[in-house]
C-alpha cells in the first residue's frame, strides 16, 4: 500500500485522529509522517490527541504500566480512544471505569435481560403482567383485534399456571 | 419462530418496526483492536455458531461483504439489512440474513455481533420476541460478554446495557407539514428518544419519513424501553392521525394527492427522490380515505424496492441513471396502474 500524501512510498505509520469526535486515519511513509508532524506521534499521543470522549473522562494518568492481558490496552489507550479494547479490559481496569461509566450512566445498574434468559422463559407471572399492561393499553387505543389477542394469549398463560 | 404474528397495527403511520441487539465475544479483542485474523476467527465462531443450531441454519444465509459488488452491498443498506458504517469497510465483515429478510445479523460492525429483526407496521413485542430469541440461540456457542451490573459489554461504554435499540419508522405527512417535528423531536431527546428523517437531506426529510427510537440502554429493561417506545409513539400517531380530517377536507390538499398519484400511475421517467414524494402524498391519500383502491403496505414496499440499488440489482444487470429511472416509472405504473 502506497502513502496516502505523496503516493510513492510504502505505509509506515497508520495515523489516527479523533478531533471533535470525528476519527479520520491517514496512512503514511515515514518521511511523509515526519513531514507532517507525526513524526514522534508515540511520545505527541499522550497529550495532544484527545476524543470527546477522552475530554469527558477527564485527564488520563501519564504513567500507565498495567495492560489488559487480552488485547494489550493500557487504561489510557482507553480513556484517549473512548474504546474499550476487549471484554477483559471491563474486569483489568474495573475500578477505574466505574466512575467514568457512573458519569455518564448515573448510579445505576443494569436492569435487562441476563443471557440466556429469554422472555419465553420469564417466569409466568411477570409475562403475565407485561401482557396485562398491553390490553389495557390495546384497549385504550381501541386496538380491538390485538386486545382479543392479547386476552386468549392470558388466558392461556393462566390456564396454564392453575394445572402447574 | 413461524407462529408468530407478522402484521404489526396502525399500518396508517408506522410502516416498518426494528429491532437491533448490540453483543460481543469475551475472548476476542473489539473492533478497534482487532487485526484481519481477529476479524476471520470472529466470523468463522458465527459461522460454527449457525451451523450448530439446525433452527439457525435453516433459515439464515450468509454474505461475505468483501465478495459483494458495490450495488449488492448498497442494496443490503437501502432494504436495512445493514448499516451505511458497515459497508465502508467490507473487509473481514460478513452478514447473515433469513430469506424473507426480517432478520439479519452483522458480523465485525461497530461491535462484534449485531442482531436485527424487523416486521411490518407496529410490532415492537414480536420483533423484540424474535431477536430475543436468535440472542439466546446464538449465545449459546458464543457465549456474549456480560456483566451482572453493566450488563452487556460494548466497545462504547455509552451503548452498555441491553444493547438494545428499538426504532419505529413513521410516515407523519401531517406533523411535518404543520412544522411540529422540531418541536417534538426536541422533546422526545429529553425523554431519552430520538426522531430523525430517514431520507434526510439538510434539514428536510424527504417523504416525511421519520425514525423514532430509544437512545437509553442502560438501567432499563428492554420491556420498560419497548413500552416507553410504544407510548411516545402511539402519542405521535394520534397527533397526526387529529390533523388529518382536516386536511382531507382541503381542495389543495386533494388536488395534491390526486395529481400524485396520476403522476405515478402515468410518468415514463422518475427519479427516486421524485417517487418518494409522490408516494408520500399518496401514502397520506390512502390513510386519509382519498383513494380507496392501492393499498400502505404495497406503497411501502416500492419505497424499499425502488431505491437505485436495489432496483439495479433486481433487475439483474447494470443501468445508466436514465435506464434506471424508466424502469422505476414503469414497475411503479404496473403496480399502481389498474
Given at each position: 500500500m502506497l502513502c496516502e500524501s505523496c503516493g510513492k512510498n510504502p505505509v509506515t505509520t497508520h495515523v489516527k485522529t479523533i478531533i471533535n469526535?470525528?476519527?479520520?486515519?491517514?496512512?503514511?511513509?515515514?518521511?511523509c509522517a515526519q513531514r507532517l508532524g507525526y513524526g514522534n506521534l508515540l511520545t505527541e499521543l499522550g497529550c495532544n490527541y484527545g476524543s470527546?470522549?477522552?475530554?469527558?473522562?477527564?485527564?488520563?494518568?501519564?504513567?500507565?504500566?498495567?495492560?489488559?492481558?487480552?488485547?494489550?490496552?493500557?487504561?489510557?489507550?482507553?480513556?484517549?480512544?473512548?474504546?474499550?479494547?476487549?471484554?477483559?479490559?471491563?474486569?483489568?481496569?474495573?475500578?477505574?471505569?466505574?466512575?467514568?461509566?457512573?458519569?455518564?450512566?448515573?448510579?445505576?445498574?443494569h436492569r435487562g435481560k441476563v443471557p440466556g434468559g429469554s422472555m419465553l422463559r420469564k417466569p409466568p407471572q411477570e409475562q403475565l403482567s407485561l401482557m396485562r399492561r398491553e390490553l389495557r393499553e390495546a384497549i385504550r387505543t381501541e386496538n380491538f383485534e390485538q386486545a382479543a389477542n392479547l386476552r386468549d394469549r392470558i388466558k392461556e398463560l393462566e390456564g396454564g399456571n392453575s394445572h402447574g | 419462530m413461524d407462529d408468530l404474528r407478522e402484521n404489526g397495527s396502525e399500518q396508517d403511520v408506522v410502516i416498518r418496526t426494528r429491532i437491533h441487539l448490540t453483543r460481543n465475544l469475551r475472548d476476542i479483542p473489539f473492533p478497534s483492536k482487532m487485526n484481519r485474523t481477529d476479524r476471520l476467527t470472529l466470523v468463522h465462531k458465527a459461522m460454527d455458531a449457525v451451523e450448530e443450531n439446525k433452527a439457525l441454519s435453516h433459515i439464515?444465509?450468509?454474505?461475505?461483504?468483501?465478495?459483494?459488488?458495490?450495488?449488492?452491498?448498497?442494496?443490503l443498506v437501502e432494504r436495512y439489512l445493514v448499516s451505511a458504517e458497515f459497508i465502508s469497510d467490507c473487509e473481514g465483515r460478513g452478514?447473515?440474513?433469513?430469506?424473507?429478510?426480517?432478520?439479519?445479523?452483522?458480523?465485525?460492525?461497530?461491535?462484534?455481533?449485531?442482531i436485527q429483526s424487523s416486521l411490518w407496521g407496529l410490532n415492537l413485542e414480536n420483533a423484540y420476541q424474535k431477536a430475543d430469541i436468535l440472542d439466546d440461540l446464538l449465545n449459546r456457542s458464543l457465549h456474549f460478554a456480560f456483566d451482572k451490573d453493566l450488563g452487556y459489554l460494548t466497545q462504547n461504554p455509552v451503548k452498555l446495557g441491553t444493547g438494545m435499540r428499538a426504532s419505529l419508522i413513521l410516515h407523519l405527512p401531517a406533523l411535518r407539514g404543520s412544522g411540529g417535528i422540531v418541536r417534538i423531536s426536541s422533546n422526545l431527546s429529553k425523554l431519552g428518544l430520538s426522531l430523525r428523517g430517514v431520507f434526510e437531506t439538510g434539514e428536510d426529510s424527504k417523504g416525511a419519513v421519520y425514525q423514532l427510537s430509544n437512545q437509553v440502554t442502560f438501567g432499563i429493561s428492554e420491556q420498560e424501553a419497548i413500552a416507553n417506545l410504544k407510548s411516545i409513539a402511539t402519542q405521535l400517531i394520534h397527533q397526526e392521525r387529529a390533523l388529518w380530517e382536516e386536511l382531507a377536507e382541503k381542495p389543495e390538499i386533494q388536488d395534491t394527492v390526486s395529481r400524485s398519484l396520476a403522476i405515478l400511475q402515468s410518468a415514463k421517467m422518475m427519479a427516486y427522490d421524485e417517487f418518494?414524494?409522490?408516494?408520500?402524498?399518496?401514502?397520506?391519500?390512502?390513510?386519509?380515505?382519498?383513494?380507496g383502491d392501492i393499498r400502505s403496505d404495497q406503497l411501502n414496499r416500492l419505497i424499499i424496492a425502488m431505491q437505485p440499488a436495489t432496483l439495479t440489482l433486481r433487475s439483474g444487470k447494470k443501468l445508466t441513471q436514465n435506464e434506471r429511472r424508466i424502469l422505476r416509472a414503469n414497475q411503479v405504473r404496473d403496480l399502481l396502474y389498474k
Open positions: 469526535g470525528k476519527l479520520t486515519e491517514y496512512l503514511l511513509c515515514a518521511e470527546l470522549l477522552g475530554e469527558f473522562f477527564g485527564e488520563a494518568e501519564r504513567t500507565d504500566s498495567v495492560r489488559c492481558q487480552c488485547c494489550g490496552s493500557s487504561f489510557n489507550d482507553i480513556v484517549r480512544s473512548g474504546k474499550v479494547g476487549c471484554a477483559e479490559c471491563y474486569h483489568t481496569f474495573y475500578d477505574r471505569l466505574i466512575p467514568l461509566i457512573q458519569r455518564i450512566h448515573g448510579d445505576t445498574n | 439464515l444465509r450468509y454474505m461475505d461483504m468483501g465478495s459483494l459488488s458495490k450495488t449488492e452491498a448498497v442494496s452478514v447473515f440474513i433469513t430469506d424473507d429478510e426480517s432478520m439479519s445479523i452483522m458480523v465485525n460492525e461497530e461491535d462484534h455481533i449485531h418518494l414524494q409522490l408516494a408520500s402524498n399518496v401514502r397520506f391519500g390512502i390513510s386519509v380515505g382519498l383513494i
